[in-house]
């Protein structure tokens, strides 16, 4: 028999911060309820989108010195 959390995604806490990180665990989770909605992930694309906009845009206005120390940290 399935426990109660064996179809839960997960949660995400964040401390107030809208990070590339936490948006990239979002895009994650976001996937995973696409993948798993009875009425097909298409309602989703919007709001998929939406997170790889922000992504991206958090990603241009990074320094190249700070891109550079999150991938060592990785």
Do not use: H, W
């Not at 298409?42 to 206005?61: C, G, H, M, T």
Request: proline share 3%.
């Amino acid at each position: 028999m399935k426990a109660a959390n064996d179809n839960a995604i997960g949660k995400i806490s964040a401390d107030g911060e809208i990070t590339i990180e936490l948006l990239e665990r979002c895009l994650d989770r976001l996937a995973i309820a696409m993948e798993r909605a009875p009425q097909g992930g298409e309602v989703y694309l919007p709001l998929f989108e939406s997170f790889e906009a922000d992504i991206e845009r958090l990603k241009a206005q990074e320094s190249t010195m700070t891109r550079a120390l999150r991938r060592v940290r990785r």
